[in-house]
């Protein structure tokens, strides 16, 4: 089966194209590395010629608003005409768990618009929203620090090891098209400020943790719900402690 990976050559992409290869599959890293560009449609048609299913993986290079609506409405509507124009049987896209719940941020308006443009595209599709990554807690604390000090609101997580995104999303691109959400987690939940201590501690980063009366996540309102799945979720392996140790080591070699 012919796949094209758009955003193929990043966190999630990478390894994704890699675990679809091993299982027998004509994989296709689709990136602006690669001569094929989304938002500007260069090279979308060629690589799309004969693929049964499309998995975009792509990110906003930009977190404005403007600037992130434009690259989720432009990339998906050129990968659906393109898909549709191929034929292919099945648009995959990943999402992140709580997206319809923080609307007051743009960037997370611009995931909506892009999972309702998938919707109504015309293609089976399905919508894979993961929570946070582990690999996304060094930009939390940045975000949130001010001089020596994060100041984290009290809301809950249950982030995911990247990897274990690009695991499970290999038998969900080869499947029948699920016509909805599918949501990915990890297998702990936890204050947002427990997993960044974790974090911080095993960095030996000196920044104190300071947990705040607001109630946001970047601005956007949030609570304990907000970031986390539902019922029935998929639930990824590793936890954070054992990714935190492979963390270490790799940086010990």
Do not use: C
């Not at 659906?80 to 923080?102: F, I, K, M, Q």
């Not at 607001?214 to 609570?223: C, N, Q, T």
């Amino acid at each position: 089966m012919k796949i094209v990976i758009i955003g193929g050559t990043g966190l999630i992409g990478r390894p994704l194209v890699g675990l679809l290869r091993a299982a027998g599959h004509e994989v296709v890293a689709a990136s602006p590395s690669t001569g094929i560009n989304a938002l500007t449609g260069a090279g979308l048609a060629q690589a799309l010629a004969d693929a049964a299913v499309v998995v975009d993986v792509s990110n906003a290079p930009s977190f404005e608003d403007e600037a992130a609506l434009a690259f989720f409405r432009g990339t998906t509507t050129n990968l659906l005409e393109a898909a549709r124009n191929a034929g292919v049987h099945h648009v995959v896209a990943l999402s992140v768990v709580g997206t319809d719940r923080l609307q007051a941020s743009g960037y997370f308006r611009a995931k909506l618009a892009q999972e309702q443009l998938i919707a109504g595209g015309g293609v089976p599709y399905t919508i894979v929203r993961a929570t946070q990554f582990f690999e996304f807690l060094s930009t939390i604390a940045d975000g949130y620090t001010r001089g020596d000090a994060v100041y984290l609101p009290a809301i809950a997580l249950q982030p995911v090891a990247a990897a274990d995104v690009s695991a499970l999303l290999t038998p969900i691109a080869t499947a029948t098209p699920a016509g909805g959400i599918i949501e990915l987690a990890g297998p702990e939940r936890a204050p947002l400020a427990e997993f960044t201590t974790n974090w911080l501690g095993t960095r030996d980063d000196p920044r104190r943790i300071i947990i705040t009366d607001e109630r946001d996540y970047f601005g956007a309102p949030a609570d304990d719900r907000t970031l986390v799945p539902g019922e029935n979720p998929r639930i990824a392996p590793t936890r954070f402690d054992e990714w935190l140790a492979a963390q270490s080591q790799e940086s010990a070699a």
